[in-house]
């Protein structure tokens, strides 16, 4: 069976940082491309960062540049996503998300995207 599974999220203060962890079970993680995508309340499901599945290379959308470093460890077959200098618009439920598709994931096109994990709430709050 196949599972993706987010953990790592909570409430912090901002200028805090975070890691999050998206656990792969049933498949290799690095035969795919990996997105990770928030969903603030009242907004629409944004992207964060995501590995490309042909060539390894990463992206980070502006909201989080400079902030975030996205990684992966093939032994643990876990995607992880670090965020640091946290600022209250980061407050939303984070999700990682798998893509068999080569092109170029830096528009974060979600259809694209067949399979998600829960989801983790990050709230960033004094």
């Known amino acids: 069976q196949l599972s993706l599974v987010e953990s790592g999220g909570g409430l912090v203060q901002p200028g805090g940082s975070l890691r999050l962890s998206c656990a792969a079970s049933g498949f290799n993680l690095d035969a795919y491309g990996i997105g990770w995508f928030r969903q603030a309340p009242g907004k629409e499901r944004e992207g964060v960062s995501c590995i490309n599945k042909s060539d390894g290379s990463t992206h980070y959308a502006d909201s989080v540049k400079g902030r975030a470093t996205i990684s992966r460890d093939n032994a643990k077959n876990t995607v992880y996503l670090q965020i640091d200098n946290l600022k209250p618009e980061d407050t939303a439920v984070y999700y990682c998300?798998?893509?068999?598709?080569?092109?170029?994931?830096?528009?974060?096109?979600?259809?694209?995207?067949?399979?998600w994990g829960q989801g983790t709430q990050v709230t960033v709050s004094s």
């Open positions: 998300a798998i893509t068999d598709g080569a092109f170029y994931c830096s528009n974060y096109v979600m259809y694209e995207y067949p399979y």
